[in-house]
């Protein structure tokens, strides 16, 4: 009788544990179906996808029942242990791979963790068999083969080309595997249990699962008595894991994947969690490309591959599905947003601020690319940024039509637009266009990407507005404490003073600088002090002869500006004397009885500097007075200057002896008079044949035009 109890025991706590693991995969099942994300309508007229007609095929089409995500039907592979399941696009939907293709859809590998089993793959073939393509299972579903490697259970197997045909045949596979099949040794053989030796536990990866190219033979061999035994292990090609979670793939998420097929380079790029699965919003995944070899995939040149899901499980199991937002070729199509400050004329874009009350723009611009049938029945779902009201709105199409684009419908910062009309090659874009006004807002609020979607029954386009601040609306008022107009003399520095004013409804007032610019050229900016005062020092050798105009506009770091006020700064050049000698000579001379020209000595000097600017023109007059000698008694004979007018006796009149323009490019308008002078030309002393020998002296005065003497 206690044995009868304690068998009674044990059955019924088996069966509790089974019943709670059945109720854990239901409300799993139930979370990934009120989770969904957008995606497209699977069962309809014409349809892309069929479920496989394999025996074993557990697969089906359900409707999901997030709210959010109207219309769409997710693939679902698996549920349960042990089974198999794909889905597989219809002839009229085969991937065309003479042009590039993009793929993109979600996947859902329920949340075992590490009790995963065993994952999903996404296959593109030309297997005779079709949409009844299976490997070769036998009487029960293998979890390692992921519904398409080949069937690791027979322990005689020893030649890999007999092995791979177990596969789906003519076939690329990428990976999902959720379950580690590392098994070595005497428990290999026969288990279908060693694919992932050597890689990581849970890994996405790619190859051929019909080529003996994808498998290595293992060989265990007990002793001569024992008969040697078989298994495979298989070779991954980029490969994507994640070191930090190594249970990355049934965590309970919908991960998004994009293939993009190039068909010239023959590669297969695959991105793997590209966006956030709560948000939609792009992020950067992690990727892989892969060169793919057409002949194990298309070995007759049909230019074509059927494309598809597979997915099995084993003891350990998942719950396995597919949600798809863009199928190859049927409709090539994009959508993006873009933001734009109308008040500023600035673009928005990542991490830009705005300011309370600036007009903005926001654009979504869908865009028609190609495909076998048109884009129609486009139903937008927009998600608005925030603190922004919308006031009005607009769909214009290429062939110019428009629709009204109501922001009433606003709601929750979200807006639905049902577009009125299909895009083909003839209208290939729309753009919706919504206006409207910053909040006044009195802290930053910061507006996060908002992920909206374009959907239709072949594609769901996505499209993200940038992250950006609003910042409180600032009035900066600038005035002056200096003039307006500034005049100073050449090598003259000058200094301008005011204040600025800053008018907020923020809690704090932002720091202000003003931005300076001299002649259009950018100064550094100024600081203003925290009563508001500022002070901008100009040097004179900043400043140009003739006018200057110097621009200031008070700023903050938010990009709050005043209006710009100009000072205007002329510098007025001078006309003077640099060099005159108080005390100069002539040569000694021996008298001979005869007129001469007496030379000057070398204690000369006469410089002229005119920065009156290029162009201004100036006079040297000379005048003398008679030269005597101690006794007060004339000297027979006068100065003279010899130049362009020829010689000329000076007297106690000015005489110009010398007309010069100015060029400032040549030393800075300085002229060097008595350097210009020779031994023969200048200012000489003629002596008359009447003078007694003796020293003389006399007073010369040389006066410029318009300048002191």
């Excluded at 293709?101 to 030309?126: C, E, H, K, P």
């Excluded at 004179?540 to 700064?569: E, F, H, P, R, W």
């Amino acid at each position: 009788m206690l044995k009868r109890w304690l068998y009674l025991g044990l059955a019924a706590l088996t069966l509790g544990l089974a019943g709670g693991l059945q109720a854990h995969a239901d409300s799993d099942y139930d979370e990934a179906l009120s989770t969904a994300p957008q995606g497209i309508s699977l069962n309809k007229a014409n349809s892309i996808i069929a479920i496989g007609t394999a025996p074993l095929d557990t697969a089906s089409v359900v409707d999901v029942t997030n709210p959010n995500s109207v219309g769409t039907q997710a693939v679902v592979v698996n549920t349960a242990p042990y089974q198999f399941g794909a889905a597989w696009s219809t002839d009229d939907n085969l991937m065309d791979l003479s042009h590039d293709q993009t793929i993109g859809f979600w996947f859902y590998f329920g949340d075992q963790g590490s009790n995963a089993g065993d994952g999903m793959a996404f296959v593109l073939q030309n297997d005779p068999n079709g949409i009844a393509a299976t490997p070769t299972f036998g009487s029960k579903v293998v979890g390692e083969t992921l519904g398409v490697w080949g069937v690791d259970t027979n322990a005689s197997q020893d030649y890999v080309s007999s092995f791979a045909k177990t596969a789906i045949q003519n076939s690329w596979a990428l990976e999902f595997d959720t379950h580690f099949n590392g098994t070595t040794g005497s428990g290999a053989p026969g288990n279908a249990n060693a694919f992932d030796v050597g890689y990581p536990a849970v890994h996405i990866a790619s190859n051929y699962p019909g080529s003996g190219d994808t498998y290595k033979k293992m060989t265990y061999d007990a002793g001569l008595l024992s008969k040697a035994k078989y298994y495979y292990e298989m070779n991954h090609l980029g490969v994507i894991s994640d070191s930090t979670q190594t249970n990355f793939l049934s965590n309970g998420l919908w991960h998004h994947m994009t293939l993009k097929w190039d068909a010239s380079a023959k590669t297969m790029t695959y991105t793997f969690d590209d966006r956030n699965p709560t948000t939609g919003i792009e992020e950067t995944g992690q990727s892989e490309t892969v060169p793919i070899d057409l002949s194990k995939i298309d070995p007759d040149n049909t230019g074509y591959a059927r494309w598809g899901f597979t997915g099995t499980t084993g003891e350990d199991y998942e719950n396995n599905l597919i949600v798809m937002d863009n199928t190859p070729g049927l409709v090539d199509g994009t959508a993006d947003a873009s933001m734009t400050d109308l008040t500023h004329n600035k673009p928005i874009t990542t991490d830009s601020q705005i300011i309370g009350n600036d007009q903005v723009e926001l654009d979504y611009n869908l865009t028609y690319n190609g495909g076998r049938q048109s884009w129609s029945s486009i139903d937008g779902r927009l998600k608005l940024p925030n603190y922004i009201n919308y006031t009005s709105g607009e769909i214009t199409y290429e062939n110019g039509d428009t629709e009204d684009l109501s922001p009433d419908k606003i709601s929750d910062a979200k807006l639905d637009a049902e577009l009125g009309q299909s895009l083909d090659s003839d209208n290939s874009t729309a753009k919706l266009k919504l206006l409207g006004t910053a909040d006044n807002v009195t802290e930053t609020q910061y507006n996060l990407p908002q992920a909206s979607t374009f959907s239709s029954n072949a594609l769901v386009a996505t499209a993200d507005t940038p992250s950006f601040a609003i910042n409180p609306s600032v009035t900066l008022d600038l005035a002056l404490t200096s003039p307006n107009d500034v005049t100073l003399h050449d090598k003259e520095d000058t200094t301008i003073t005011g204040n600025v004013t800053v008018n907020t409804a923020a809690a704090t007032k932002p720091t202000t600088t003003l931005a300076t610019s001299l002649n259009g050229a950018a100064l550094p900016d100024t600081p203003v002090n925290s009563d508001g005062s500022f002070s901008l020092d100009i040097a004179a050798d900043q400043l140009q002869m003739g006018t200057n105009t110097v621009d200031l506009t008070a700023q903050t770091a938010n990009g709050d500006t005043s209006k710009t006020i100009t000072v205007t700064i002329t510098v007025v050049g001078t006309l003077q004397f640099v060099n005159v000698a108080a005390h100069s000579s002539f040569a000694d001379s021996s008298l001979t009885g005869s007129p001469e020209l007496v030379q000057r000595s070398s204690d000369w000097n006469l410089t002229v500097q005119d920065t009156r600017g290029t162009g201004q023109s100036w006079v040297l007059d000379a005048q003398t007075t008679p030269f005597v000698d101690d006794d007060d008694q004339p000297m027979d004979g006068v100065p003279v200057y010899v130049g362009r007018y020829g010689t000329q006796q000076l007297n106690s009149q000015p005489t110009q002896v010398m007309i010069h323009t100015t060029d400032d490019s040549v030393d800075d308008g300085l002229t060097d008079v008595s350097g210009t002078w020779t031994g023969d030309t200048g200012l000489l002393l003629n002596v008359g044949s009447g003078t007694a020998a003796g020293t003389y002296h006399g007073t010369i005065t040389w006066t410029l035009t318009n300048a002191p003497s």
